[in-house]
T-cell receptor, first 109, second 115 residues
Framework: GQNIDQPTEMTATEGAIVQINCTYQ??????LFWYQQHAGEAPTFLSY??LDGLEEKGRFSSFLSRSKGYSYLLLKELQMKDSASYLC??????????WGAGTKLIIKP | DAMVIQNPRYQVTQFGKPVTLSCSQTLNHNVMYWYQQKSSQAPKLLFH???????NEADTPDNFQSRRPNTSFCFLDIRSPGLGDAAMYLC??????????????FGPGTRLTVL
């Protein structure tokens, strides 16, 4: 079967760094997306990885290891507005997105 | 600004009373998707259109139907809403299906309440 695992909830402090992990098992693999979703709002695109390694975009970075079926999203210099759910989605062999349930990130002052 | 628009943002209906949710896009994308998302759960794909080619997910109930009369508009019809259909309904678009053109752009969602 196809499966995406990510922690349900994480808590971090403003100004700190947090890493949100995602493991995936999908039939075929054509890359992995990370989306941010604030409560009651639509998901917005953060990153797409298809090759192994780390991609950095400002305060956010995303890492992929295809051999381990593993990705993480790294958020630096946390701000209160980063409180949101972070969804990991793997692209399977039919180019369908298989979504995780999301990790709710709580930022404390 | 190019965007995905959903109307209404909040919809209340009665048990069994048909309801239609609408989505429009100014991105001129080929693919449009409808998702159902319940609280703290992953978005669940209901169907998608690649241009006029309709694709229904195997586990999408018959109660849910969709129409795409043209490139810009897509509708979700719920024929007889049940209490379990209360959810956020998200419309999304992408240029294509192959990466990286399959980055999905989401509308703000319609929150459906069933009384």
């Amino acid at each position: 079967g196809q499966n995406i695992d990510q922690p349900t909830e994480m808590t971090a402090t403003e100004g700190a760094i947090v890493q949100i992990n995602c493991t995936y098992q999908t039939s075929g693999f054509n890359g992995l997306f990370w989306y941010q979703q604030h409560a009651g709002e639509a998901p917005t695109f953060l990153s797409y990885n298809v090759l192994d390694g780390l991609e950095e975009k400002g305060r956010f970075s995303s890492f992929l290891s295809r051999s381990k079926g593993y990705s993480y999203l790294l958020l630096k210099e946390l701000q209160m507005k980063d409180s949101a759910s972070y969804l990991c989605a793997s692209v399977d062999s039919n180019y369908q997105l298989i979504w995780g349930a999301g990790t709710k990130l709580i930022i404390k002052p | 600004d190019a965007m995905v628009i959903q109307n209404p943002r909040y919809q209340v209906t009665q048990f069994g009373k048909p309801v239609t949710l609408s989505c429009s896009q100014t991105l001129n994308h080929n693919v449009m998707y409808w998702y159902q998302q319940k609280s703290s759960q992953a978005p669940k794909l209901l169907f998608h259109y690649y241009d006029k080619d309709f694709n229904n997910e195997a586990d999408t109930p018959d109660n849910f139907q969709s129409r795409r009369p043209n490139t810009s508009f897509c509708f979700l019809d719920i024929r007889s809403p049940g209490l379990g259909d209360a959810a956020m309904y998200l419309c999304a678009t992408s240029r294509g299906k192959d990466p990286p053109s399959n980055e999905q752009f989401f509308g703000p969602g319609t929150r459906l309440t069933v009384l």
